[in-house]
């Protein structure tokens, strides 16, 4: 692994590095097969099949069935690819952040409308 | 000649595409934020561009990981709206100017930056959603559309400092290419937003303030903003704000800011907006 990523240090944030990609790379392609209807039908139908279609390992496939994003980012997961997986669950994009920050839909809802996550706290101060 | 004549910038979230598309532009909760756009839908009347060169990025929709070009140039004649699983947006196909886009593509990498070429690809909300701000909901688009991609999704995207000479290299290609075109050039992503991990929602005004002051008038400042101060200060997904400097690098060093909005919330991010004429 590279040694210098400094962007390892900011609080709550999994950065889509190559590192990540290689990880990742099967569970991500798998997401992009959702962008197909009847991928999605299928996929519906018998999870577990359809993920055992794809050379991921049985933890990530284990994440996408909990729908436990953080843990599929951590497993390599990008946001813009796992987006497929809730879209084909017809859960907007709100919803799902929200399930990543330990709140409830209507608390991040009020959250955003509020204006957000404040930077204070939640930013690395040290150096870089 | 060909000519860039000005500049607009704007965030292009996916739920402000699903709110037009849906009829729920004038609903509190966005009514606001359309609000912001009024002044451009008047002023694009007016400026009446013939082409569109606009930056944008795709969200894992047309590349995969199999293709992760960092610069992408559409070249061909067409670009439908690309279906991001839940079918494609009700708008019209994009078209296209091959010949301007060819030319910009040869030129720029001349100049030793090395664009991709793309002639087949489906655009997703990035492009779609800043068109329909500024547009509204024709039958057709008004003007040509040079799609110009951007990887900002697998790290790193392209520095500030690239983008923003990029910028400078499309306008001297633009400005070489013989035929009388009134061009304009878009910047969209952004502004601060993170999608993702617990930071989720993390939204930074005095960051996306300081930015549209900047961009306006320290642009060249602005452009060695590091790629860690973007994650850091404006969330994962903000460093999408590169793109915008792409746009004010094909812009005159002086330009007269026409409009500035800005409006938080939008789903989990942050809107900004600017209309940039050349002086």
């Known amino acids: 692994m590279p040694s210098n990523k400094p962007y390892k240090n900011i609080p709550g944030t999994t950065v889509f590095d190559a590192d990540m990609a290689s990880i990742g790379f099967h569970l991500n392609q798998f997401c992009m097969s959702l962008m197909k209807a009847p991928n999605r039908e299928r996929f519906k139908q018998d999870q577990q099949a359809y993920l055992d279609e794809w050379p991921m390992t049985e933890e990530q496939k284990q994440a996408v069935i909990a729908r436990d994003y953080n843990h599929m980012m951590s497993l390599g997961g990008n946001i813009y690819f796992l987006a497929k997986i809730f879209s084909s669950d017809g859960i907007s994009f709100q919803d799902a952040a929200s399930t990543m920050t330990g709140m409830t839909l209507p608390e991040y809802a009020q959250m955003m409308l509020d204006g957000g996550r404040t930077p204070q706290g939640n930013m690395y101060e040290g150096d870089k | ?222 452009s060695q903003m590091a790629h860690f101060d973007y994650l850091n200060q404006a969330g994962s997904e903000g460093i999408e704000l590169v793109m915008w400097l792409i746009m004010r690098g094909a812009l005159n060093d002086k330009v007269e800011l026409k409009q500035r909005f800005y409006h938080v919330p939008a789903s989990n991010t942050a809107v900004g907006h600017l209309v940039l004429e050349n002086k």
């Open chain 2, 1 to 222: 000649m060909a000519k860039i004549t000005a500049g607009v910038a704007t965030s292009h979230v996916p739920a402000i595409g699903a709110a037009i598309d849906n009829g729920k532009t004038q609903e509190p909760y966005w009514q606001p934020l359309f609000k912001g756009y009024d002044y451009v839908k008047q002023w694009v009347k007016q400026q009446k561009p013939d082409v569109v060169i606009l930056v944008y990025n795709d969200h894992a929709s047309a590349f995969d990981l199999n293709f992760v070009p960092t610069f992408a140039i559409g070249c061909g004649a067409e670009f439908k709206p690309a279906d991001e699983g839940w079918g494609p947006r009700p708008v019209p196909n994009v078209m296209g100017h091959p010949q301007l886009a060819s030319h910009i593509a040869q030129s720029v990498i001349q100049d030793d930056f090395d664009l991709t070429v793309v002639n087949t690809i489906d655009v997703d909300h990035g492009l779609t959603v800043p068109l329909s701000l500024v547009f509204g909901q024709p039958e057709a688009w008004p003007c040509k559309v040079i799609p110009v991609a951007v990887n900002v999704v697998l790290y790193p995207a392209p520095s500030g400092r690239r983008c923003y000479n990029l910028g400078k290299a499309i306008r001297k290609a633009v400005e070489s290419f013989d035929q009388d075109l009134n061009v304009q050039i878009w910047g969209t992503g952004g502004m601060s937003h993170q999608l993702q991990g617990p930071r989720a929602g993390l939204i930074n005004k005095e960051f996306d303030n300081a930015f549209l002051d900047r961009i306006v008038d320290d642009a060249e400042g602005l």
